[in-house]
């Protein structure tokens, strides 16, 4: 009698480890399954500080319910350059929120996103960055991601965050082939030319000018300014010429739609809160 009740055991977890790993099948139809199918993959990175004072403290936060709400990322890369995952990259992770580029919404549906253990008024460490580019060569490669859509959370968000700060070093992503930023040799911008259209083009959400624009000057000029400044239209006029070379076969809103799963209507966002 006792070996049957441990068989019958063993047989209910096999079978609920079955259920759990199956994909959902809706009732209301009759399954018949074709192989002709993929994993949803990620087509923007955002990049991330936390905020806080130790890569422990972050990862406390990123596994558990905080008093903020849940809140994850794929990825946590500690100031000493150690890497640790969270989430797999074909999940939706929580850290992106309200937040849009390039006209698409949802990017927690489309996006890898990757912590960075930095309280956000200080520079990044160089193990950390050397790290960080490891990773994003990595994730490009695997994921097939443009290079170019490496952005920060401020990008998509520039009237809530602002991580990962006015002292990450966007320009050495660049020169090692990660973001965008101005090459310097394409000149004065044309007679007529529309920085607004352009800041649009390279991806921002113009809902709050304001905000975009300081979102803007965070990323490529290190400040936080509201209000256009002298040699913005040099920049932007350099980044809408990098965008409109891209080749066919490599468009620049490139990104899956769809979500994966349903999280709370502001999930992402709160890691700002003990976090961010």
Known sequence: MRLLLLALAFAAVALAGCTTTS???????????????????ARVIVLHHTAMDSAEGALRVLQTGNAGGPVSSHYLIGDDGRRYQLVSEQARAWHAGDSSWAGISDLNSTSIGIELDNNGHEPFSEAQIQSLLVLLADIVERNGIQPHLVVGHGDIAPTKKDDPSAWFPWQRLAEAGF???PTGGV??????????????????????????LAAFHRHYRGRDDRTWLPGDDVILHDLQVQLMALPASAPRTDMAQGSIGTPPPDAGERLNSPVR
Do not use: T
Not at 35 to 41: D, F
Not at 192 to 203: E, I, K, M, Q
């Open 187 to 212: 000149g004065l911008p044309p007679p007529g030319f529309d920085p607004w259209a352009a800041l649009r083009l390279v991806g921002y959400d113009l809902a709050d000018p304001g905000a975009a």
């Open 23 to 41: 994909p959902p099948r809706n009732p209301l139809a009759e399954w018949h399954a074709s192989p002709n199918h993929g994993p949803r993959r």
């Open 179 to 181: 973001g965008s930023w």
